[in-house]
């Protein structure tokens, strides 16, 4: 596992890593039942907002990091493809999400602890993917096999309100030469949608 994933240094703030991730879910109690209860992570503030607002959880994620939830009594309901993804990550199917949404949250664990943890989930009745391996090859990942250019491998799976989750175990370090691609634009989005069109026909 590395702690430290690239030698750069930010030059304009001292971030020190993540404090925390503000998710919305439906019953706090069964988020509660699921993160702390399944996954294990320990609830550690729980706060009511005023004015009958709701409430805001915050889970021990490792590290000094932790994940909030919000608990709104007026909240809308989760939209698959808007809100949270409308297949499931492992199936590989369209992942796609609203510009602003919250796509998933990957939890750095031990990458050789995956089939474990995936053998765990699975009995605690969580439908959860095989191992996934990130790699650079020209498919971009595989389920068989650890590319020579592997640089994360991962789990995945849904919590109570189907936000994806990922157990992900990085392989390596970063390197200068994992920076290759220029950001894309509102105006490649012409391009990238023939492209899709393309793959599938």
């Not at 789990?155 to 157990?167: A, K, M, T, V």
């Not at 509102?186 to 990238?192: E, F, G």
């Amino acid at each position: 596992m590395f702690t430290n994933l690239s030698a750069k240094k930010n030059p304009h703030f001292d971030i020190r890593g993540l404090n925390h991730l503000a998710l919305v879910c439906r019953d706090m109690k069964k988020t509660v039942d699921f993160y702390q209860g399944i996954l294990g992570m320990p609830l550690i503030k729980t706060c009511d907002l005023n004015a009958g607002m709701g409430q805001h959880f915050f889970f021990d994620a490792g590290n000094g990091a932790s994940l909030a939830f919000f608990w709104f009594p007026d909240a809308p309901e989760v939209e698959k493809g808007i809100t949270v993804p409308k297949t499931h990550m492992g199936d590989m199917g369209n992942v796609t999400t609203a510009v602003g949404s919250m796509n998933h949250v990957a939890f750095d664990v031990d990458a050789e602890m995956l089939p474990a943890y995936m053998e765990k989930l699975t009995k605690a009745g969580i439908k959860v993917s095989k191992v996934l391996h990130h790699d650079d090859s020209p498919e971009g990942h595989s389920f068989t096999r650890k590319h020579p250019t592997l640089w994360v491998s991962s789990i995945y799976f849904q919590d109570p309100d189907g936000i994806q989750l990922e157990f992900a175990g990085w392989a390596r370090p970063m390197r200068d030469t994992d920076v290759l691609h220029a950001p894309a634009t509102v105006n490649d989005r012409p391009a990238y949608l023939e492209r899709q069109k393309t793959a599938v026909a």
